[in-house]
C-alpha cells in the first residue's frame, strides 16, 4: 500500500489538482441546474398525463429516448451502459412522480365526486 503525504505535494502537482478540481465542480453545478430543468419539464408533462388519463410511463418513447442516448454517448466516447444506466435511473424518478401526480389528481376527483 502507498502512504500519501500531503504536505509533501509538488506545488505545481497541486495547482493542477485544484484547477481540475474547479472544473469538476463547474461540471456538477451545470448537471445539477440541468436536471432541475429536466425535472421541471417532466412535471408538467405528469399534470398533462394526470389531466388526459395517459399512463405515466411510454415505454416506446423510453425506447427511442435510449437509441438515441446511446449514439450520442458513443460519438462523444462516453460508455453507452453507462448512458443508458444513468438515463434509466432519472426516467424510473419520472415515473414515480408521475404516478404520484396521477394519485394526487385521482383523489382531488374522488373528492369532488366526479
Ligand atoms: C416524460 C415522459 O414520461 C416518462 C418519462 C420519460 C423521461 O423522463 O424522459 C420518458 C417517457 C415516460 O416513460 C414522457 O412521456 O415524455
Known amino acids: 500500500m502507498t502512504t500519501s503525504k500531503p504536505q509533501e505535494v509538488d506545488p505545481a ?3 493542477e489538482l485544484a484547477r481540475l478540481r474547479d472544473s469538476i ?3 456538477d453545478a451545470a448537471v445539477v441546474h440541468m436536471l432541475a430543468e429536466r425535472f421541471k419539464c417532466t412535471q408538467q408533462v405528469g399534470h398533462l398525463k394526470a389531466a388526459h388519463q395517459l399512463p405515466p410511463a411510454d415505454p416506446s418513447r423510453e425506447a427511442q429516448q435510449i437509441e438515441r442516448l446511446r449514439r450520442l454517448a458513443e460519438s462523444a466516447k462516453l460508455d453507452p451502459a453507462f448512458a443508458e444506466k444513468l438515463l ?4 424510473a424518478e419520472v415515473i414515480r412522480h408521475h404516478e404520484r401526480i396521477a394519485d394526487d389528481a385521482g383523489g382531488a376527483a374522488a373528492d369532488a365526486g366526479e
Do not use: E, Q
Not at 434509466?88 to 426516467?91: G, L
Open 25 to 27: 465542480d463547474n461540471i
Open 88 to 91: 434509466n435511473f432519472i426516467i
Open 13 to 15: 502537482v497541486s495547482a
